[in-house]
């Protein structure tokens, strides 16, 4: 039996398994480490927060990968130098990882650009050409395939996402059933690419991610008063009977009922800052920080693809959370709601 096969369950206390080496990865495991030592530290998230000003919030970037020069007047040129470190960083994975794991990254813009067109085509507005080209389908071959409703030149994957989301939509009438069809076809990609490639690490990732968005959904249709059960995914390490038990439960239970989940403290303090604050700021950031301590874990394997893969995804999350701050300084945001959305990994 494949080590895979044997998470049926959670039998992890903190984080879940990341599986054995593979000394094939070697070079890019070290190429992975040293790309981690340029990962920001929170001392320089703290100086960008606490910088009396936009520019000078900036100027704390400037001996990092984001450095922008003095000559910024405008945020649409930070979110350009944001889009050039995020497409040097998506090369230098590909250049580092088997194809297989490439189309993987690769798909995540699959499902973004499917969710953008089929929300156009239910609400009857134009295709549009604002598609990612970043996915496996090229950009122009998405749009050609939604005009012409050609939906076999997909692969797998989108055709099932594409038959989720729209059939969900014209059942319901309801515009987020398009999100909940894509979400399912994703998480199912994302189990199936992991087991295709007897990836311990990305099984767990994919599964663990799953329960993220269940907890999200469970406290969002609690705060919503809303009660249905279907919206949840099958697939993660907890059995979706958890969430709707949370469903009906009062907030002060929930820690009770999720107390033998590693995410007890992410619900417990989501809840804590929901009622505080009507927001779901505190969760986000929980579910953030989890992951991050998920993808950090890697650091025991001395070589395999999980340390690369990690470093990739804390990279993307990185460049997320130079984009909210600098986006918070730039409008003039509370610094005390900015440092409430930043991880704290």
Not at 238 to 251: N, R, T
């Amino acid at each position: 039996m494949k080590a895979i096969d044997e998470q049926s369950a959670i039998e992890f206390h903190r984080y879940p398994p990341i599986g054995g080496e593979d000394w094939s990865f070697a070079f890019a495991t070290a190429r992975a480490r040293v790309l981690d030592t340029t990962l920001l530290t929170r001392s320089t998230f703290m100086d960008m927060i606490n910088a009396p000003s936009f520019s000078e919030a900036l100027a704390a970037l400037s001996s990092t990968d984001y450095a922008m020069g003095e000559s910024i007047d405008n945020f649409a040129q930070v979110e350009q130098r944001l889009l050039e470190v995020r497409t040097e960083t998506r090369s230098t994975y590909a250049n580092l990882l088997p194809e297989d794991y490439v189309e993987l990254l690769r798909a995540r813009e699959d499902f973004k650009n499917m969710r953008l067109a089929i929300r156009r085509i239910v609400t009857e507005r134009p295709i549009g050409t604002e598609y990612s080209n970043d996915g496996n389908v090229p950009a122009e071959d998405f749009e050609d395939i939604f005009e012409k409703e050609d939906y076999s030149r997909f692969p797998l994957y989108l055709q099932e996402g594409v038959e989720q989301a729209i059939l969900g939509y014209y059942n319901t009438k309801d515009i987020r059933q398009i999100d909940y069809g894509i979400d399912r076809a994703q998480a199912a990609y994302n189990i199936d690419k992991a087991r295709e490639l007897d990836s311990v690490f990305l099984l767990s990732l994919a599964r663990m991610n799953i329960d993220l968005d269940n907890i999200r959904t469970m406290l969002r249709l609690k705060m919503a008063e809303r009660s249905e059960r279907d919206l949840f995914i099958e697939g993660g390490f907890v059995d979706i009977s958890k969430f709707v038990q949370g469903l009906d439960a009062g907030y002060d239970t929930l820690g009770t009922i999720f107390f033998s989940t590693p995410y007890v403290e992410i619900i417990e303090e989501g809840v804590n800052y929901l009622n505080s604050n009507h927001s779901f700021l505190g969760l986000e950031r929980k579910c953030e920080e989890y992951k991050l301590g998920f993808l950090q874990s890697t650091s025991s394997i001395a070589a395999g693809p999980q340390p690369v893969v990690a470093h990739f995804i804390r990279k993307e999350s990185e460049i997320r959370a130079v984009r909210m701050v600098l986006s918070g300084k730039h409008n003039g945001m509370d610094t005390q709601l900015i440092k409430d959305r930043l991880p704290y990994h």
